[in-house]
């Protein structure tokens, strides 16, 4: 009875993380990802579509702790990357991060965690360090705004 139980558990957790994850896209448009941020939650996926002639690469540094970073080929439609720890996670397109093409994802509903972490790493980004830099501030005006302050 108790393995019984145990099993039935097991499955509806598996489920549960079926039926409640979600996948959140983002497009490379010209030299820029859209959106420049997205809101997931532990467990989602995110799909990068719109590939050709880029890559989806984290910058070290700023995703969160525990958290493991990707490296997409170029051109690789429809990569798919699932997101499980909370907090911030700042990518770039390698040859398009010098004309904006940042992006980040936000995990989970409270502040991320790693922001000071990230804002630290700014100093290792060698090209395109403005670009980072607008985007993080961008990511935190969003964060502000869906909380309302
Ligand atoms: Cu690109």
């Not at 497009?27 to 990802?33: C, I, L, N, S």
């Not at 941020?37 to 910058?59: C, K």
Request: hydrophobic content about 40%; overall charge positive; glycine content about 10%.
């Amino acid at each position: 009875m108790f393995l019984f139980k145990f099993l039935l558990f097991s499955f509806f957790l598996c489920w549960t993380q079926l039926v409640f994850s979600v996948e959140h896209t983002v497009k490379g448009v010209v030299t820029k990802w859209k959106p420049m941020v997205t809101f997931a939650q532990p467990g989602d996926t995110i799909r990068f579509v719109g590939m050709i002639g880029h890559n989806t690469v984290t910058i070290d540094g700023m995703i969160p702790d525990g958290a493991k970073g990707w490296e997409s080929k170029y051109g690789d439609e429809g990569y798919t990357v699932t997101v499980n720890e909370e907090g911030a996670y700042i990518f770039k397109c390698t040859p398009h991060i010098t004309t904006g093409m940042v992006g980040a994802i936000v995990v989970g509903d409270d502040m991320p965690t790693n922001l000071a972490a990230v804002d630290k790493s700014v100093s290792k980004v060698t090209i395109g360090k403005s670009m980072v830099k607008r985007t993080i501030k961008k990511m935190k005006k969003a964060i502000v705004d869906r909380t309302g302050g």
